[in-house]
């Protein structure tokens, strides 16, 4: 298994903003389904936001629609959760997983619905912490 890289977790007031970044030494997200998961203890993992790399298409939860945008930067190779007016319930341990993607199945859409089992690398985590 890969292990993916996350950071810029943090502990924030309501309303501002954070970016978190997934990266790996060696590791290319070019034409890989990548996904950007949150875990509160006691609750199941939720899907946030997804893209595929191989032509940027993104997919997001409602509850981060307009304020979370994620995005693939092919010079870093590293994936951007960018997250504005945040707020308490957005608190969590968040973790990138990315997968190989078929290209002609490839949307963000369908990033979205691949089973977690499918993702063979992950991330440890990376803390947001929202306060009101």
């Known amino acids: 298994q890969v292990l993916l890289v996350e950071s810029g977790g943090g502990s924030v007031q309501d309303g501002t903003s954070l970016t978190l970044s997934c990266a790996a030494p060696?590791?290319?997200?070019?034409?890989?389904?990548v996904v950007w998961f949150r875990q509160t203890p006691g609750k199941e993992r939720e899907r946030v936001a997804a893209?595929?790399?191989?032509?940027?298409?993104?997919w997001y939860t409602d509850s981060v629609k307009d304020r979370f945008r994620i995005s693939y930067d092919d010079i870093k190779d590293a994936v951007w959760l960018q997250m504005v007016t945040l707020k308490p319930e957005d608190t969590a341990m968040y973790y990138c997983a990315a997968s190989p993607c078929p290209e002609k199945l490839c949307s963000g859409t369908f990033c979205y619905g691949r089973s977690q089992a499918s993702f063979g690398a992950w991330g440890q985590g990376t803390q947001v912490t929202v306060s009101s």
């Open positions: 060696a590791y290319t997200f070019s034409s890989k389904c």
């Open positions: 893209i595929y790399a191989g032509h940027r298409s993104t």
